[in-house]
C-alpha cells in the first residue's frame, strides 16, 4: 500500500513498481540497493526524482520538530 501510494501508479502493482525501480537504479544486478546505487539512480532519472520528490513530503515532521 505504502509503494502504491508513493508510486501514483493505479494501474501497476506494487512488486511491478519495485522491480521496475530496480531495473532502472540496481547497477550491478544483485536484487539488492546500496545507498550509493539508490542516491545516483534517482539524481540520474528526471522521473524518478520528480516521483520521490513529490513522494516524500515531510511538512508534518518539520511541524512536529518546530513545535518540539
Request: avoid cysteine; charge should be negative.
Amino acid at each position: 500500500q505504502a509503494i502504491q501510494a508513493i508510486n501514483g501508479h493505479t494501474d501497476m502493482s506494487a512488486e511491478e513498481f519495485t522491480n521496475m525501480i530496480f531495473q532502472k537504479i540496481d547497477v550491478n544486478n544483485d536484487g539488492e540497493l546500496t545507498l550509493e546505487e539508490f542516491i545516483n539512480g534517482v539524481e540520474s532519472d528526471k522521473d524518478l526524482m520528480e516521483l520521490i520528490t513529490k513522494s516524500f513530503d515531510l511538512s508534518n515532521v518539520l511541524k512536529v520538530i518546530q513545535n518540539g
